[in-house]
């Protein structure tokens, strides 16, 4: 089963996740779903502890698709409302049910299997490292934090970052925004292990799971050159994200909402020619990335798309500050 949209992407829902206890779900072609999740990231007063979700029903019907809403209460009247406006051609029937008390991104996340992408294996602990040669294996528990690598823009990234080691893409300093679990940052370290590596989330809660799955997998966490260090920051704006720049890699796997907003930061938080990996986007929004990154001086290197989702790897163009 595909997830089109994390709930709340990488960025600020998992603290929420922790005390949700309703769902409000609609079931709705694809089409109609996709149109929805995008719908939200428009609307700029929308209810942060109201989290979405798209998937397929199943895989032998990739259009027959729901809308998963999680709230912390009971949904209101105005709550229905706000999920129902998303869908422009008419809200679909809800259902609105009461869940029991749990960790539903822990719960998402258990069972999965191992991803390999790139030069990387990712499992849970529930699967065994595969230990091949030229082969790095990360383990990542179900945690409240995301990017555990089995979405399709955490293992194109990590495949883009491969690609990009092997074109010969030299690297000393690194910034990986919104980090989630860490694992995006610990594969860039794996591939320029002398980097200085800075990776930073706007959710608390992402310190300590970083932190465990540095230490899990062998990550130094630090302020040298070749250990990690983490931050909880909005975008770039940290006195230490502002102080360790301009960087070689920035990388930035989100939403489009966010990455549109913050291309000229990212732009200028590089080297004349370094290098931005963004993901976190549907194919859809790609051409608005895109325009907003050649405006903060960034062209397109190379592309790839993973299900529904784009990859971009872009450059600074070298005579630009």
């Not at 970052?161 to 690297?171: A, D, P, Q, S, Y």
């Not at 040298?224 to 360790?244: I, S, W, Y």
Request: glycine share 8%; with cysteine.
């Amino acid at each position: 089963m595909r997830d089109s949209h994390f709930p709340g992407g990488k960025v600020g829902a998992s603290a929420a996740a922790m005390s949700q206890s309703w769902k409000i779900t609609a079931y709705a072609p694809r089409e109609s779903v996709e149109a929805a999740l995008l719908a939200h990231e428009e609307v700029l007063d929308w209810d942060s502890e109201i989290v979405l979700a798209g998937s397929e029903l199943a895989d032998d019907r990739p259009e027959d698709w729901r809308l998963e809403a999680w709230l912390p209460r009971r949904p209101r009247k105005a709550d229905k409302a706000a999920v129902a406006a998303l869908f422009a051609g008419g809200a679909p029937e809800f259902t609105v049910e009461k869940l029991p008390e749990s960790d539903w991104v822990t719960q998402s996340q258990q069972g999965l299997e191992p991803i390999s992408a790139g030069r990387f294996h990712v499992h849970t602990a529930d699967h065994p490292p595969l230990a091949a040669p030229g082969i790095t294996d990360f383990v990542i528990p179900a945690s409240q934090a995301f990017g555990t690598g089995q979405h399709e823009t955490t293992a194109g990234c990590l495949a883009m970052l491969t690609e990009m080691k092997r074109r010969g893409t030299i690297v000393r300093n690194i910034a990986d925004i919104g980090t989630g679990s860490g694992l995006l940052a610990f594969a860039a370290l794996d591939l320029w292990p002398r980097a200085l590596s800075t990776a930073s989330d706007i959710d608390p809660v992402c310190i300590d799971v970083v932190e465990e799955n540095a230490r899990l997998n062998g990550v130094a966490m630090g302020a040298r050159p070749g250990e990690l260090t983490m931050l909880v920051a909005a975008g770039m704006d940290h006195p230490l994200l502002q102080a360790r720049a301009p960087y070689d890699l920035v990388i930035a796997n989100i939403l489009a909402g966010p990455l549109i907003a913050l291309a000229s930061d990212f732009g200028s938080a590089l080297v004349p020619g370094g290098h931005l990996l963004l993901s976190g986007l549907l194919e859809a929004q790609e051409q608005q990335v895109r325009r907003a990154c050649r405006r903060a001086g960034l062209r397109l290197a190379a592309r790839l798309v993973n299900g529904d989702w784009s990859v971009l790897w872009l450059r600074k163009r070298a005579g630009r500050a």
